[in-house]
C-alpha cells in the first residue's frame, strides 16, 4: 500500500513562488506515475502535473495542464521517494486545495481523477492578489 505525504502548502503572494513536496512510502516508488491535482473552492479537482516513473521508456515524461505551463514544473527524486511541484509566477487563480497522487506506472502518463489509486491529504495553497 502506498502511502503519501504533501507538505509546503501556504499564502503566497501574486507573482511568488511556492514549493510543495510529496513523500512517498510502502511501495516502489521508480515504478509509480507521480501527479498533482488541485481542487480550487467549490469546483472539481483537476489535472496539474505528471511524471512518468523512473522505469517507464515509452510516451510523455512529463505532461501540465495548460493553465500551469510554464509556471510550474514537477521534479521527482527516485533516491528520496520525492515528487514537487515548483510554482512560479503564482497568480490567485491558483488558489486551491493540491493533492498528490500515484498509480503504477502505463504506457502513457493519465490526467483524470479516477486513474489514480493513490492519494495524500492534501496541502493548501493560498494567492493573495
Known amino acids: 500500500q502506498v502511502q503519501l505525504v504533501e507538505s509546503g502548502g501556504g499564502l503566497v503572494q501574486a507573482g511568488g513562488s511556492l514549493r510543495l513536496s510529496c513523500a512517498a512510502s510502502g511501495g516502489t516508488f521508480s515504478s509509480l506515475d507521480m501527479a498533482w491535482f488541485r481542487q480550487p473552492p467549490g469546483q472539481e479537482r483537476e489535472f496539474v502535473a505528471a511524471?512518468?516513473?523512473?522505469?517507464?521508456?515509452?510516451?510523455?515524461?512529463?505532461l501540465y495542464q495548460d493553465a500551469v505551463k510554464g509556471r510550474f514544473t514537477i521534479p521527482r527524486d527516485n533516491a528520496k521517494n520525492t515528487v514537487d511541484l515548483q510554482m512560479n509566477s503564482l497568480k490567485p487563480e491558483d488558489t486551491a486545495d493540491y493533492y498528490c497522487?500515484?498509480?503504477?506506472?502505463?504506457?502513457?502518463?493519465?490526467?483524470?481523477?479516477?486513474?489514480?489509486?493513490?492519494w495524500g491529504q492534501g496541502t493548501q495553497v493560498t494567492v493573495s492578489s
Open positions: 511524471i512518468k516513473a523512473a522505469i517507464s521508456w515509452s510516451g510523455d515524461k512529463r
Open positions: 497522487a500515484a498509480r503504477t506506472t502505463g504506457l502513457l502518463l493519465k490526467l483524470r481523477v479516477q486513474e489514480y489509486g493513490y
